[in-house]
């Protein structure tokens, strides 16, 4: 036999090209792609398929500490479950510092929870909420050697907002170590003094938590993110940009030759802050940051994919159960939206939401759905060429897709620990039917269809410069 596996037949999509091809996967890694191949145990008809590099979703939250009392919905199974679901072969989700402990000791907890537990590859980025001189100066930099190349900082959030002084010096230790940095921009006192005053009119239901953090807060701290990284000469990932407003500040400063990169979620595309008007606290299941805000900041962000301003398409994933008191109905027995824990569900319905609402409706090209859904992760994250492209020497880690297929998204298929999806009844055409990490099948047609998870934790090189 020549090879493991040929997929035959299908339609390649790669970044840059689309080409009919069989794909010949040996060891895991894709072996051979020639128009005829023989030879294999196995054979996957992929005739009137699409064969798209598996998604990276470079922008999860698994497991993470979320304060006293609530509790992440997603453990590494369930969150990998609907990543493969998904169409997706990686996800990279936060390992969060833990106040006064060695950094690298949450490390090892952390990856000592995703053991066995993951049905696709997962690396880690790391979130600096307390960079002590003993974390910037040997800690991160030791990590990062090790192959945590990128970290998150905060704006905003009691207990992880970072002043400007601390940002600055996480970024010198950016700049010497060449790691990424990632970005969240909102600022901080503007959304207390809004919180309070609201909370003081008695406006605290959950669609208030949209108006505790218009767009002015977000494109504030976007341009001040953006001036700090010139300032140190660092490139950095501006995360989950919601507006035109922060758009045109992430677009004026690449014209300026910044390294700013920036991403969008599938939230700022397809929902809005009407959605959190629902019925006594329906709205929660939609609070996330920033929030989703209108169709004209819909229009914005997709502009900035179609004009590549934003070349990373991530779900924010950050479940949490909406009927439960660890989650967002009552918790800690509260019912303000100041207590409402932040973030929805997303992995799963990334991809068939870019794909449909992108791709179907003609607003990307498939090559920019490959490129902002898989290629552009593994080159910002340093895992390229091994991850997010389909290459001779590449991961056999190829999402098989239906580009006809109809179907609603209903939380019963996103494969999640949430207890509903902030999508659900969304209707969409193309769907992913077969997921495959490092060339074994894991998801068919819906269903996950391996015995015992197979995915592997990466270390990962420093981001492309
Ligand atoms: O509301 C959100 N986005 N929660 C997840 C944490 C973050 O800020 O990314
Ligand atoms: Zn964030
Ligand atoms: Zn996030």
């Not at 790391?126 to 991160?140: W, Y």
């Not at 600022?187 to 938590?209: C, V």
């Not at 934003?310 to 967002?328: E, M």
């Not at 209903?410 to 039917?433: C, K, L, R, S």
Request: proline letters at 5%; glycine letters at 8%; one cysteine or more.
């Amino acid at each position: 036999m020549n090879f493991d596996t040929i997929i035959k037949g299908g339609t390649i999509v790669t970044a840059a090209d689309t080409f009919s091809a069989d794909i010949g996967i040996r060891d895991g890694r894709i072996a051979a792609l020639a128009e005829s191949l023989e030879g294999a145990r196995e054979i996957i008809d992929a005739r009137g398929k699409l064969a798209l590099p598996g998604g990276i979703d470079s922008h999860v939250h698994i497991a993470q500490p979320s304060g006293p009392g609530i509790v992440m919905a997603d453990d590494f199974e369930s969150c990998t479950r609907s990543a493969a679901l998904g169409g997706n072969t990686m996800v990279l989700p936060f390992c969060l510092q833990e106040t006064g402990e060695p950094l690298r000791r949450t490390v090892e907890a952390y990856a000592a929870l995703a053991v066995g537990k993951c049905h696709v590859d997962v690396a880690f980025h790391l979130i600096i909420r307390d960079p002590t001189e003993a974390v910037l100066g040997q800690e991160l930099p030791a990590l990062v050697k090790d192959g945590y190349t990128s970290f998150k900082v905060f704006m905003t959030y009691d207990g992880l907002a970072l002043t400007d002084l601390q940002i600055l010096e996480t970024m010198a230790v950016a700049r010497e170590t060449g790691a990424l940095m990632m970005i969240h921009a909102e600022n901080y006192d503007m959304i207390r003094f809004l919180t309070a005053k609201l909370e003081r009119q008695g406006d605290t239901a959950p669609f208030f938590h949209a108006k505790s953090r218009p767009i002015p807060v977000e494109r504030e701290a976007t341009h001040r993110a953006i001036t700090m990284a010139e300032l140190s000469d660092v490139p950095i990932v501006v995360v989950h940009v919601s507006n035109r407003e922060a758009m045109e500040e992430i677009r004026s400063a690449q014209r300026k030759g910044l390294k700013i990169r920036a991403e969008t979620c599938p939230q700022y595309l397809v929902l809005t802050e009407d959605d959190l008007k629902g019925l006594n606290m329906e709205g929660a299941k939609y609070v996330c940051s920033p929030p989703p805000r209108d169709k004209a900041s819909q229009a914005a962000c997709w502009e900035g994919l179609q004009s590549g301003v934003f070349t990373l398409f991530s779900s924010d994933h950050c479940p949490f159960r909406y009927d439960d008191a660890q989650g967002k109905l009552t918790p800690k027995g509260r019912t303000s939206f100041r207590w409402v824990p932040n973030g929805i569900p997303g992995v799963a319905a990334r991809l068939p939401i870019l794909f449909s609402e992108g791709v179907g409706k003609g607003r990307i090209d498939l090559n920019t759905f490959v490129a902002v859904t898989s290629t552009n992760h593994a080159k910002t994250y340093g895992l390229y060429p091994r991850k997010g492209t389909i290459a001779v020497g590449a991961d056999a880690d190829i999402a098989i897709w239906d580009a006809t297929k109809r179907m609603t998204i209903t939380n019963a298929n996103q494969g999640h620990g949430a207890d509903y999806t902030p999508y659900e009844g969304i209707e969409v055409t193309g769907w992913p039917v077969l997921t495959m990490v490092r060339g074994r099948t894991v998801m068919r047609d819906g269903a996950l269809v391996i015995d015992r998870p197979i995915g592997q934790r990466l270390q990962r090189a420093l981001p492309a410069a």
